[in-house]
Structures are given as structure tokens and as C-alpha cells.
């Protein structure tokens, strides 16, 4: 079996140019330039950048999540095997799964080698809200409600992996 199921499958549309995995367009871009746009926008909007960013990738999560489970029946322990191996091959780092609880609905993942704070550089704070909102956006579909995510542990921070610590946030009922 190739080592990269993702890559074998993805299919190159030259009169569109679009990269398409099970008709999903992805694309590839150089970490850098992510990393440039973040460092602007953190510039410009402060912490709210952070969460922007944690939004988008949390639409992303969510969307794959719900498209893969469906697609290919999984169950929430298989379709969170499938995202860390997905996340490791389109290049966003080595995801490993360190706790899963559905009973407190809480979720933990290490990334090794994560592009992003590669590409970012040292920083005192946690820099891979990409990471964290698409991890947040999955752990969504599994635990059926709205998740919070933080990353406790950064590269760009000078630990040896990223962490990042999901949770669901509390139902407010009026
Ligand atoms: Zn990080």
C-alpha cells in the first residue's frame, strides 16, 4: 500500500487548475506565505486575529469531518485516524492521537513538525490556530456541539511538539 493515499488519490484539473481530493478542492501554499499573513494580521487586529484564524480552519475541520465520516462510515475512532493521517499527508505535520474521551467529550492531539511554526519563527505565544480550529472543527462533529481548542504547548514557543487540548464548550440553554 503507497504511503500516501491522499496524494495517489488527488486529481489535477489543468483547465481549471484545481487539486481535487473526492471532488474536494484543496490547494498548496508555501507555509511562509500563511505565516506573512498571520504576522500582518496579528499586526493589525491583535488577539482577534488568533480567533479569525481559528475559524477558518475550524470550518475546514468541521466540513472534512462530516464529508469523510459520510463518505466512508466511520465511526468516531476511525474518522479521527483518518484526519491525523490526512493532516500528516497533505503536509500539515505528524499528528498522533493522545486522548479520547466522548464521556467528558474532550480530545487531545500532538503535531510534530508543524508547518506553521516552522514557517513563523520564535514567538512567545502559541502560533498554529489553523491547526487548533481544524482539530476544534472535527472534534464538533464528534461531540455534536460547538468546541473550544487551545494549544498548550507550541514549537514556535520552543517545545518539542505542538499540543492542543479540545474540549466542548457547555450548552447554554435559555
Ligand atoms: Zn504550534
Same mark, same amino acid.
Given at each position: 500500500?503507497?504511503?500516501?493515499? *491522499?496524494?495517489?488519490?488527488?486529481?489535477?484539473?489543468? !483547465?481549471?487548475?484545481? =487539486? =481535487?481530493?473526492?471532488?474536494?478542492?484543496?490547494?498548496?501554499?508555501?507555509?511562509?506565505?500563511?505565516?506573512?499573513?498571520?504576522?500582518? =494580521?496579528?499586526?493589525?487586529?491583535?488577539?482577534?486575529?488568533?480567533?479569525? =484564524?481559528?475559524?477558518?480552519?475550524?470550518?475546514?475541520?468541521?466540513?472534512?469531518?462530516?464529508?469523510?465520516?459520510?463518505?466512508?462510515?466511520?465511526?468516531?475512532?476511525? *474518522?479521527?485516524?483518518?484526519?491525523?493521517?490526512?493532516?500528516?499527508? *497533505?503536509?500539515?505535520?505528524?499528528? !498522533?492521537?493522545?486522548?479520547?474521551?466522548?464521556?467528558?467529550?474532550?480530545?487531545?492531539?500532538?503535531?510534530?513538525? !508543524?508547518?506553521?511554526?516552522?514557517?513563523?519563527?520564535?514567538?512567545?505565544?502559541? $502560533?498554529?490556530?489553523?491547526?487548533?480550529?481544524?482539530?476544534?472543527?472535527?472534534?464538533?462533529?464528534?461531540?455534536?456541539?460547538?468546541?473550544?481548542?487551545?494549544? $498548550?504547548?507550541?514549537?514556535?514557543?520552543?517545545?518539542?511538539?505542538?499540543?492542543?487540548? *479540545?474540549?466542548?464548550?457547555?450548552?447554554?440553554?435559555?
Amino acid at each position: 500500500m503507497s504511503e500516501n493515499p *491522499i496524494l495517489d488519490e488527488l486529481v489535477h484539473d489543468q !483547465s481549471t487548475g484545481s =487539486l =481535487l481530493y473526492k471532488g474536494v478542492r484543496y490547494l498548496l501554499i508555501r507555509p511562509e506565505t500563511i505565516a506573512g499573513f498571520q504576522k500582518a =494580521l496579528t499586526e493589525s487586529c491583535g488577539k482577534e486575529a488568533c480567533e479569525n =484564524l481559528f475559524a477558518g480552519g475550524y470550518a475546514g475541520g468541521s466540513l472534512s469531518a462530516k464529508k469523510y465520516k459520510e463518505l466512508h462510515n466511520f465511526s468516531d475512532h476511525e *474518522i479521527i485516524d483518518f484526519m491525523m493521517k490526512m493532516g500528516n499527508q *497533505i503536509g500539515w505535520g505528524n499528528f !498522533s492521537l493522545v486522548r479520547y474521551d466522548p464521556g467528558v467529550k474532550h480530545l487531545c492531539v500532538a503535531v510534530k513538525d !508543524s508547518p506553521f511554526a516552522q514557517a513563523y519563527g520564535q514567538s512567545s505565544r502559541s $502560533v498554529c490556530h489553523l491547526i487548533r480550529g481544524v482539530l476544534a472543527g472535527m472534534a464538533s462533529v464528534l461531540f455534536g456541539g460547538d468546541c473550544s481548542a487551545e494549544e $498548550v504547548q507550541c514549537r514556535a514557543r520552543g517545545h518539542e511538539n505542538c499540543r492542543f487540548e *479540545i474540549n466542548a464548550r457547555e450548552a447554554h440553554s435559555a
